[in-house]
């Protein structure tokens, strides 16, 4: 789900959750949507995909409901993806 104050704006679901990140990915192409002021917040855990595919969408926050691999925030701290 992409947020924007605390609105949902965007919100997909796959099997494997770095592919629903994806579709996220896709609809803020398609649309032109600014992703300087979003946070993509997931059920999952947190995999190195998640990290590479939010970061080249460009939103700066990505909030996960459960836990982190120790890959996943390496990268992220290594590419200055802020997680929660």
Request: glycine share 10%.
């Amino acid at each position: 789900m992409l947020r924007k104050k605390g609105r949902p704006l965007c919100y997909t679901e796959d099997v494997e959750r770095h592919n629903a990140v994806g579709k996220i990915a896709g609809w803020i192409y398609r649309d032109s949507v600014d992703p300087a002021d979003k946070i993509l917040y997931t059920t999952g855990y947190l995999t190195s995909e998640m990290v590479i595919k939010t970061t080249r969408t460009g939103v700066p926050i990505l909030v996960l409901r459960l836990g982190f691999t120790a890959w996943g925030v390496d990268l992220a701290w290594q590419v200055g993806l802020t997680l929660v």
